[in-house]
Structure formats: C-alpha cells, structure tokens
C-alpha cells in the first residue's frame, strides 16, 4: 500500500502496527484529569455532605439493618493506581456505622452482578481486600442471587407494564448504600438497583432486542432509550422506598480514562437521581472527544482487557459485544462510521471459551449461530429456554457461570450495527471459521480489510481510526 503511515493498534492482549492511508483521521483520548488527592476523606466529606439526602449519621441508629451493595468485576473491570474504591469506601462506612451504634452483625455486604456471573470470595478479595472478607461471613458478604425466590420482591410495574423485581435488600434494609465504580455514561443511577440487583424478568424488558430501534448509543444520556427505560424502573423502587420513608444513598465515582491502570477523579453522594446528573457531567469532560463529520471506513484495535472476561478469558460473543456495543455504537450524536460504510475490527477473534463460567454461551455459539444470526429471533425462539434451563440457573446460581440468558444480551449489540452498515470485517483473524460462525467477514491483515473496503467504497473513501485505549467516546458533528 503507498502514501501510508504507521499505527500501531491495540489487538487482542498486545498492539499491532498497521500501515494506513496516510489521509487518515486518527482520533485520540483527551489526557486523564486530576486524581481525588484524598479518597478516604472524599467520602468522609460524601457522607457527610450528600446531594438530595440526609447525611449518613441521621439516616441509622443502633437498630439499624444497613446494605452496603457494590459493583461487581463488570462494574469496574480495569485496575486502579490506588487502593480500589470500594474497600476505602466499604472501611469508612463500616467505621461511621459503628460510630451510630449499628452492630457489625446488622450490616451486610452484597455484591450487585444482575446476571453478571456471581464472584468467589477470594476474587472479591482483589478489590475489598482480604480483611474485609475475613470480616464478613458467608451470611454478611454475598452475591445478590437472581434464582432464589426467597432474595427476592416484586414492587409492580411501570407504566409499560413492565415488571420491577429487585433483591429483598433494597426494601427490607432500613438503610441501603451503593457504591458505584462509573467508566461509561452506561453505568450508574437506577441502572444500579434496578438491574445490578434485579432479575431476568425485570431486565428482559430493556435488554431485548428492538428491530425498529433508532441506533441511539446508550452512552448518549440525552439521546438513549435504555436510560429512559431504566429510569422508569427506577421510579417504581423510589416510590416503594418512600412509602417506607427510605432512600437509597448512593456514592457515585468517575474514573479517569488512564490505561493500564485508572484513578478516581469525581465522587458524588446522595440520591441516584439527584447524584447521577454531577456522575454524567465529569464523564462527559473526561470522555467525549468532539469529531467533524462521519467516514466511510471505520477502524478500531480492539484489547482483551474488557468487563465480562475479568478472572476469564475472551470468547467470540464477547468479542462481538465489544466491537459492536463499545466501538462501532459507542459514540454521541451519530457513529463515526457513516450508514452504509465500513467497519474494520482488529482482534485474533478464536474460538476460545471458558467452558465453565460461560457455558451458555458455549451453546449459543456451537447451535444457535449455526442456525440463525437474527438477534430478535434467536431471542424471540430460545432466550425462554436459555433463562429458565436448569443446568444454566445451576450454574449461575452455585458454579459462578453467566445466567443462560446472558449471551443473548451480547449478541443483541450486533443487530443495530450490521442493519446500518454494509460490511463488518475483522482483520488479524487467526480463526476464519469463528468469523463466519458471527456472520463476519475475515482478513488475515488489516491492510488486506482496507483494500477490500476501498474497492468497494472508492480508493478516495474517507477513514476514521479510533486510537484505543486510552478509552474515549467520539461526539460526532
């Protein structure tokens, strides 16, 4: 290829150099902004101070049952310079409970994962610290349980008619505190309770595939149709609380967009729907990088540190997900790929599972994508049978494996992209039947992909490299 340049991309655990047309726009992450100079006080002052709330000390007494949920492994995937958040903040408010007279045998620990595969302790310990989970038994630290009837409540339903089914936690606690790890406008708010803490058949109605979707990314809070969703849950459990007279007191913090290792820049404190605006403001200053128009062609690396493969290993449907919901979809106001271009994936893209925490989606690959790529349809005809099979609840609920319904979540992100565009190709694929069993097209290069791009778009088409990580999210013009 002449008049090109070099980059060097991210691909699967290390980076690839690719020559590139030397016209083409490279877009960058802004630099990380300022670190919190001292989180221990930073949620002293939250505690203290929140928005929309009383501070922690009226809210408790010595009586007082108090539920400190956090965010799981996909929650806050990456590493941290400092210590992680969650044990700081954990420490603190075990320490100001204890203050109020709350005894330590009243305060439970619970791990928000949703459909998220549950953790072990000892993965717990990596981000709570060993003496945390030495400190709370099998009774006080746990992983919220979507299967067990008796972890749960059903508070109605929203307009819609939705259901609203949440762990027993957010009603029975006279207190309930969420700790919430943000890196995308995605996370946080009523998204935490609503789907952290609830259940297939609350979180089916928002993670379905919709076939007449406008393509909003849902990392456009003004724009995104699954925040409105969300929220409308979140309303239900608001009302049920203060029929209580209770609030949820959540403590939201922003992570900088370092890589390979991030730091806590904002922290904000009080009710989720107060709180998540402040939340949104920061991530949007740290992560949206304004763009002038669309391209034709549309090339990404994409890196094997993401959410759902933390204490695992990367698998084509993850791989899917990442490229289409966290690359191609990811962005404010339009993609960066215009309709009916090119996007160009680099990845290994192998077929590699980890057979027992993703054993659903084992299935869902070997079968069900031999038979059908139709998001809605695959949904519509097996994702009943995925969530309610009991080897998968088995599974989910006591070998930590992903709940059966779960690859369909991923695979959904595929609908969207591959109706807008007129070619997904994957390049640097060292399996070329995993990327026909995703209905992609395969490249051994991604010189080889841009060739075949510009043959079908015209030597002079336009093209885009998005420069990641650092993580950013395009806002495009």
Same mark, same amino acid.
């Given at each position: ?10 691909y ?15 877009i ?8 919190v ?8 002052e939250?505690?203290?101070?929140p ?14 049952k ?6 799981d ?14 044990q ?17 045998g ?31 038994g ?13 972890q749960?409540v +059903?508070?109605?339903?929203? #307009? ?12 029975? @606690? $006279?207190?309930? &505190?969420?700790?919430n790890?943000?890196?995308?406008p995605f996370?946080?708010?009523?998204k935490s ?9 609350s ?5 379905r595939?919709?076939?007449l ?19 409308e ?8 609380l203060?029929e209580?007279?209770?609030r ?7 992570y ?8 806590l ?9 107060e709180? +998540?605006p402040?939340?949104? #403001? ?12 669309? @391209? $034709?062609?549309l &090339?990404?690396?994409?890196?094997n540190?993401?959410?759902?493969s933390?204490?695992?290993v990367?698998?084509?449907?993850l ?9 191609i ?10 309709e ?9 893209l ?10 659903s989606?084992?299935e869902f ?6 038979e ?6 695959l949904?519509e005809?097996h ?9 998968y609840i088995?599974?989910?609920? +006591? ?7 779960h ?6 992100s595929?609908l ?17 039947d995993?990327a026909e ?10 010189e080889?992909?841009i060739?075949?791009a ?5 030597k002079?088409?336009s093209i885009s ?13």
């Open positions: 290829m002449k008049n090109t340049r070099t980059e060097y991309i991210a699967g655990d290390g980076q690839l150099p690719v020559d590139v047309p030397e016209w083409t726009r490279t960058v992450a802004k630099p990380p902004m300022p670190p100079p001292d989180i221990e006080g930073a949620v002293r939250a505690l203290a101070n928005i929309a709330h009383e501070p922690l000390s009226k809210l408790v007494g010595p009586s007082s108090v539920t400190i949920a956090f965010d492994a996909s929650g806050s995937y990456f590493q941290t310079k400092r210590t992680d958040f969650r700081t903040a954990i420490e603190v408010i075990v320490e100001e409970l204890h203050k109020a007279g709350v005894e330590l009243n305060i439970t620990l619970l791990l928000s994962q949703g459909l998220h595969r549950k953790l072990t302790r000892t993965e717990m310990e990596t981000f709570l610290g060993r003496k945390i989970v030495l400190q709370f099998y009774n006080q630290l746990y992983s919220h349980d979507a299967e067990d009837p008796k749960l +059903h508070l109605g339903y929203t #307009k819609r008619q939705w259901d609203v089914e949440v762990n027993r936690a957010v009603i029975d @606690s $006279d207190q309930l &505190i969420y700790l790890t943000m890196w995308a996370n946080g708010g009523w309770t609503a789907v952290g803490l609830g259940t297939f058949r979180i089916r109605h928002h993670h595939p919709f076939p979707a406008s393509g909003q990314s849902v990392d456009d809070p003004k724009n995104s149709a699954f925040k409105k969703l969300v929220w849950q979140g309303e239900v459990i608001k009302d049920a203060e209580k007279g209770r949820v007191f959540t403590i939201e913090t922003v900088d967009n370092g890589d390979p290792h991030k730091d820049i904002a922290m904000f404190a009080g009710h989720p729907t709180v +998540h402040h939340t949104l #403001k920061v991530i949007d200053e740290q992560l949206t990088v304004d763009v002038e128009g669309q @391209s $034709d062609i &090339i990404s690396g994409l890196s540190v993401e959410c759902y933390k204490f695992s990367m698998n084509p449907i791989v899917a997900n990442q490229s289409m919901a966290n690359t979809m990811q962005f404010q106001g339009k993609p960066v790929v215009r009916g271009g090119i996007a160009i994936i680099a990845h290994p192998i077929a590699k599972f980890d057979r027992a925490r993703f054993a989606y084992v690959y070997e079968k069900l994508l031999a059908e790529h139709d998001p809605y349809w949904w005809n994702v009943e049978d995925f969530a309610h099979r009991p080897e088995y599974g989910y609920r +006591h070998k930590y494996a992903y709940h059966g319904a690859p369909f979540f991923m695979w959904n595929t969207v992209p591959k109706r807008y565009l007129s070619g997904i190709f994957f390049a640097g694929v060292k399996d070329f995993a069993r995703c209905g992609f097209r395969a490249f051994a290069t991604v080889e992909a060739e075949a510009q043959a079908e778009l015209g002079d088409a490299l998005l420069k990641r990580p650092p993580t950013f999210i395009p806002r495009v013009s």
